[in-house]
């Protein structure tokens, strides 16, 4: 259906407003049990058994969908649906983010390749947490990981000690408030104020040490650039 049928006509529309209804729509389809039942009888994966355990954490299939689409956690109840073991909701940011000017996303039809230019956008960490307590239903079967990442905005490249502070912020009430199977750092978005900081190696020791000071018993990953 994707392949024939929506692809097609998904293409003739702005990418950034394709976004955003397939995560209005993703966000409906995931309230009700009928119609996630319904998506998961056409999408859901029930063939041999795929479960992986990687760090302590059961994957029911090899598949997540990674951090930059589902950035606000509005789309945990229905990806299960559709057969993912999990999501990396984000990345967050202590304080909210309008992200960067439009167009934040581009189609290269050449290279059937999209350019993403975000920056960062999200609801901010405290309304992440709140929407996920409130609305998560698939505890038992679905990883949610979150990816963490310095805020956009001026305030937070003012010194490298505002954009360490914004990191422990984010980490502190995710692991205060027990939301997150696991978390990734995020050091890698050079569309941003700041730039790429803590890909400095000493710096980004400073902000390991101070992630360190907060209790956390729960996986934590580094997501570096691609090309170091």
């Not at 009928?34 to 992986?52: C, D, F, M, P, T």
């Not at 202590?94 to 996303?105: F, I, S």
């Not at 409130?134 to 990816?147: D, W, Y």
């Not at 954009?163 to 995020?186: A, H, M, P, Q």
Request: hydrophobic content about 40%; proline content about 6%; some cysteine.
């Amino acid at each position: 259906m994707y392949q024939y049928l929506l692809k097609p006509l998904f293409f003739k529309f702005n990418p950034e407003k394709v976004h955003d209804f397939m995560v209005w729509f993703g966000k409906l389809a995931g309230k009700s049990i009928v119609s996630r039942s319904a998506i998961g009888l056409v999408y859901n994966y029930e063939g041999k058994h795929k479960a992986k355990v990687v760090d302590g954490i059961t994957y029911r299939t090899p598949f997540v969908l990674s951090a930059g689409f589902d950035y606000n956690a509005n789309l945990m109840n229905i990806l299960p649906s559709i057969g993912l073991a999990g999501e990396e909701v984000g990345s967050v940011t202590a304080r909210p983010c309008k992200g960067n000017p439009a167009p934040q996303l581009t189609r290269l039809p050449k290279s059937k390749s999209i350019l993403v230019n975000k920056g960062l956008k999200n609801d901010g960490v405290d309304a992440v947490i709140e929407r996920i307590k409130k609305n998560r239903k698939t505890e038992a079967f679905f990883v949610l990981g979150v990816s963490i990442a310095r805020t956009n905005d001026p305030e937070a490249s003012k010194s490298i000690q505002a954009g360490i502070d914004g990191y422990v912020y984010s980490f502190k009430r995710l692991n205060e408030e027990k939301v997150g199977d696991y978390y990734t750092i995020n050091i890698s978005c050079p569309n941003a104020f700041g730039g790429e900081t803590f890909t400095n190696p000493d710096l980004l020791q400073d902000l390991l040490r101070a992630l360190k000071t907060v209790e956390c018993k729960k996986p934590v990953y580094v997501k570096m650039p691609i090309n170091i």
